[in-house]
């Protein structure tokens, strides 16, 4: 069997992608990688260290067209006799995915969080992070789209050759006005370390102690949906039931009580940390480690006591 | 324009999740279901809003049983025109989008809108679906929505920030937050949806491509270890030899 992985590399490779090909490695020795993007052919060789034998590279559309990159994906499956069709599941994922899927007409799981099990079925988060499926694909071929942060990069291998492919993207019919990218900042879904915060914080103008601990971390920030709700920071940064879902490995919160809906968005988080005045915060029941206390205390104590971690070597 | 919005029932986002049937089944006792707050607060509303503004139809439609047609109501309630039930079970999103996309290319409109997923799925599948199945470009994940004359103008998220597409119409658009405020139908309207057109149509003859054969609940969490606020050198030291995260 041998197995196409989609890599996003317009802005070079992520620890998603290295996920991605690591996970078609585990379903079969024969992993083609299909990419779009402008990174450099050198560093889509690197992909090989991950178990991809070849890297197929068309390098002739400028945007992320999903009608496009529907068109190169499936084209690069027959090429490369594909029966799985492995995604990182992001934003171009839940784009590109279902188009693929009637494409081909193979099955799609999405938001996988394990490799498929001996019976062939495929773990999915459910009901926003509140239980798990078990998904069996009835067709030949599959797509599974697998959700960042589930599975180690392994790397086992070395660099693989880059091959450029005329995918026949065809016409565009989207026109791309203008595409704004926050600088600096690490796409929350992907964010292995989160610090959020939600109401207790009592205004935008007190996000600082916030920003600091994350600089410390080197983590992404986040918040609550009244915060984003009453425009204290900006959407993209919600995370919730109605927000962002994330599953880092270590999930901040401060000032925020732990409502339904918010633990619905993070309780895929490995290990969490919860700052409340409030000793009854229904948070606490889901954190593995919690602090009563003040925020505006807690916080830059935290932050200076990582500091000094950091500084000590780690 | 014509406007077909798809919805999608949902457990009402405080129902205890549970499972029946050797856990094979999603346990509907005692849920409340409400239209998938994607669908109702974002689609639905945006299309009103259009149909307010230019003029138009705003049709939703769904696949599900008898028993969904509650749900139905609400968002008639809300101010839709019209609904069609595909008169079938909604188990696999291949399955449900092209009942949708049959329906739809019958019956000729101009945009259709999706919620981005459904809150107990999470799969946001059905609108791309839908969108390659009629042939058509799909707008996922769009924040805002304007329509000028056959054009769409649309904001959406990117990996890592924020686009601005145009694109002629018919599109299929997957409407996230942003796009729309929630509306509570008032009396009239609830009044209204009752006497509405609804209409039931038998499904197209189309495979599951998926299924789920079994559900499961996430390990209970052991209890939370209480640190001293004063002490945070000592949650940096146990977030580092015992849980292994930093």
Request: glycine letters at 8%.
């Amino acid at each position: 069997m041998s197995v196409l992985v989609y890599i996003n590399s317009n802005n070079g490779l992520h620890k998603s992608a290295f996920e991605a090909v690591t996970y078609g490695k585990k379903l079969s020795g024969d992993v083609t990688v299909i990419t779009s993007g402008s990174a450099d052919t050198s560093t889509l060789a690197t992909l090989g260290k991950y178990g991809a034998s070849k890297v197929l590279v068309d390098r002739s559309l400028s945007g992320d067209d999903d009608q496009q990159l529907t068109r190169i994906i499936a084209n690069a499956a027959a090429t490369s006799n594909a029966s799985a069709v492995i995604f990182s599941h992001d934003l171009t994922a839940k784009a590109v995915a279902p188009r693929l899927s009637v494409r081909l007409k193979a099955g799609l799981v999405s938001g996988a969080t394990d490799i498929p099990t001996a019976d062939g079925t495929v773990k999915v988060n459910v009901f926003s992070g509140k239980a798990f499926g078990s998904v069996k694909v009835n067709s030949a071929a599959k797509i599974i789209s697998l959700l960042p942060n589930s599975i180690q990069p392994e790397e086992t291998g070395s660099d693989c050759a880059v091959e450029e492919f005329n995918g026949n993207a065809g016409e565009s019919k989207v026109k791309v006005v203008s595409t704004k990218k926050p600088e600096g900042e690490i796409p929350l879904p992907e964010a292995e370390l989160v610090v959020s915060a939600g109401r207790g914080l009592k205004g935008p103008e007190n996000w600082g102690i916030v920003e600091d601990l994350a600089k410390a971390l080197g983590a992404a920030t986040a918040c609550s949906r009244p915060v984003a709700d009453i425009g204290w920071r900006p959407h993209h940064e919600h995370v919730g039931q109605t927000g962002v879902a994330i599953r880092p490995n270590l999930y901040i919160a401060a000032g925020i009580s732990g409502a339904i809906q918010h633990l619905a968005g993070v309780n895929g988080s490995k290990v969490m940390v919860v700052i409340n005045t409030d000793p009854e915060a229904p948070f606490f029941k889901a954190a593995d480690y919690g602090i009563v206390g003040d925020a505006f205390e807690v916080l830059p104590r935290l932050t200076e006591a990582v500091k000094k971690f950091k500084n000590s070597g780690h | 324009m014509k406007i077909l919005v798809c919805i999608s029932k949902s457990p009402d986002t405080t129902s205890k999740i549970a499972f029946t049937d050797n856990n094979s089944k999603f346990d509907e006792n005692g849920v409340q279901y409400i239209v998938n707050p994607y669908d109702e607060w974002y689609a639905l509303v945006r299309a009103l809003e259009i149909k307010e503004t230019s003029g138009g139809n705003v049709t939703i439609i769904t696949v599900g049983a008898a028993t969904d047609e509650a749900v139905i109501r609400k968002a008639l309630a809300i101010g839709a025109d019209e609904a069609v039930r595909i008169d079938a079970d909604p188990t696999d999103a291949y399955y449900t989008a092209m009942q949708i996309a049959e329906y739809a290319k019958s019956n000729g409109f101009d945009l259709v809108l999706s919620g981005k997923e459904t809150i107990n799925y999470n799969g946001s599948q059905v609108g791309g679906m839908i969108a390659e199945a009629m042939d058509l470009p799909f707008i996922s994940l769009a924040s805002k929505l304007d329509v000028n004359g056959s054009t769409l103008t649309l904001e959406r998220e990117i990996a890592g920030g924020l686009q601005v597409v145009e694109v002629n119409l018919p599109a299929v658009v997957s409407c996230a937050k942003g796009m729309a405020e929630q509306r509570i139908p008032n009396m009239r309207g609830i009044m209204a949806a009752r006497t509405k057109p609804l209409q039931v149509v038998a499904p197209a003859a189309v495979e599951n491509l998926t299924e789920f054969v079994t559900y499961t609940m996430p390990a209970a969490k052991s209890s939370c270890k209480m640190i001293d606020p004063n002490n945070m050198d000592e949650l940096v030291e146990l977030l580092h030899n015992e849980a292994k995260v930093i």
